[in-house]
T-cell receptor, first 115, second 114 residues
Framework: NAGVTQTPKFQVLKTGQSMTLQCAQD?????MYWYRQDPGMGLRLIYY???????DKGEVPNGYNVSRLNKREFSLRLESAAPSQTSVYFC??????????????FGPGTRLTVT | QKEVEQNSGPLSVPEGAIASLNCTYS??????FFWYRQYSGKSPELIMF????GDKEDGRFTAQLNKASQYVSLLIRDSQPSDSATYLC??????????????FGAGTRLAVHP
């Protein structure tokens, strides 16, 4: 049981390049999330997927796209990278909420630098 | 006003002391509250969650929730150098329905010195 996995761990891009960050979870969770973390700003939600087949924008979606490939996998794409997208990116997953457990579990992160 | 506010610290406490970390939130309708620990260069790790007013204890950790005053706190008893980390407070958005959208504070850095 690996939990939430992310690839790659590190990436350096030049301005204008594109890339896809991959995320997978093996906890049979319905919901998945992409965050970015910048110094002094905490975690900010980019996109989330409440269940397979659905995606919604979070707080900072501009410049990103997502795909919920199946229940396990949720990818984040940068179409034309900008230096402002230099950050640490975390993927997370959780069960669907309601009255039940709603905590999110995080992957190890991808450290992205855009030059 | 930020939706979830924490003192950035660092909060420095001696080994063996009680560390008290505080968090306030703006939306009175918030229902679920979480504390995550994040070591430098690592991902956030859930350590406590609390849904009801009052105290919830788990080992050396106690979460306290006061919905009337809109604050949640985390007490760490017998603090150890291994507790040195950034502690993130997270609140489930009351507008997220079943989607578990969490709003995070910027975190409080805790330093436990021998």
């Amino acid at each position: 049981n690996a939990g939430v996995t992310q690839t790659p761990k590190f990436q350096v891009l030049k301005t204008g390049q594109s890339m896809t960050l991959q995320c997978a979870q093996d906890m049979n969770h319905n919901s998945m999330y992409w965050y970015r973390q910048d110094p002094g700003m905490g975690l900010r939600l980019i996109y989330y997927s409440a269940s397979e087949g659905t995606t919604d924008k979070g707080e900072v979606p501009n410049g990103y796209n997502v795909s919920r490939l199946n229940k396990r996998e949720f990818s984040l794409r940068l179409e034309s990278a900008a230096p402002s997208q230099t950050s640490v990116y975390f993927c997370a997953s959780s069960e669907v909420g309601g009255g039940g457990r709603t905590e999110q579990y995080f992957g190890p992160g991808t450290r992205l630098t855009v030059t | 006003q930020k939706e979830v506010e924490q003192n950035s610290g660092p909060l420095s406490v001696p080994e063996g002391a009680i560390a008290s970390l505080n968090c306030t939130y703006s939306d009175r309708g918030s229902q679920s509250f979480f504390w995550y620990r994040q070591y430098s260069g690592k991902s956030p790790e859930l350590i406590m969650f609390i849904y009801s007013n009052g105290d919830k204890e788990d080992g050396r950790f106690t979460a306290q929730l006061n919905k009337a005053s809109q604050y949640v706190s985390l007490l760490i008893r017998d603090s150890q150098p291994s507790d040195s980390a950034t502690y993130l407070c997270a609140v489930k958005s009351p507008f997220s329905g079943g989607y578990n959208k969490l709003i995070f504070g910027a975190g409080t850095r805790l330093a436990v010195h021998p």
